[in-house]
């Protein structure tokens, strides 16, 4: 089997999913201990969900992350999942984010990839903090 392919009872899958979210307005609230409780927020539900973290960055005013999932989730399941929670728990411990009406947009950005791309995501990535 090839590297980095997942083998099941049913399947064998390579799912990789880059999102891409920001709060509303886009503003730039990830800063300081918002953004280190925001990580260990997205690390949880990831865990919880069984999705592998392959890359995360949080900037001020979007987060990206790029998991590995179970087929049997959709992208959509996952990104709602994981805005819901962190939106909930941040706004529960930082109160200065209830000025904002709801903490996230509505939207997101999805792109699956592939092996070729992997690396190449995961750079651009992590390339985001020098911008």
């Known amino acids: ?3 980095g392919y997942i083998k099941s009872q049913t399947s064998v899958h ?3 999913y880059h999102f891409v979210w920001c709060p509303k307005y886009r503003k730039k609230v990830l800063t300081g201990a918002i953004e280190k409780v925001h990580k260990r927020l997205i690390e949880e539900k990831c865990k919880e969900l069984n999705c592998e973290i ?3 960055e949080i900037m001020p005013d979007h987060t990206h992350l790029f998991v590995q999932a179970n087929p049997t989730q959709s992208p959509n399941f996952i990104i ?3 805005k819901g929670y962190t939106s909930r728990m941040l ?3 930082f109160p200065e984010l209830m000025k904002i009406p709801t903490l996230w947009t509505r939207s997101y950005f999805v ?3 592939g092996h070729v791309s992997n690396e190449m995501i995961k750079k651009y990535i992590e390339e985001q903090k020098g911008i």
């Open 91 to 93: 706004r529960h411990q």
């Open 14 to 16: 390579f799912m990789h």
């Open 80 to 82: 709602s999942q994981i």
């Open 54 to 56: 392959k890359a995360l």
């Open 1 to 3: 089997m090839p590297k």
């Open 111 to 113: 792109s699956t990839h």
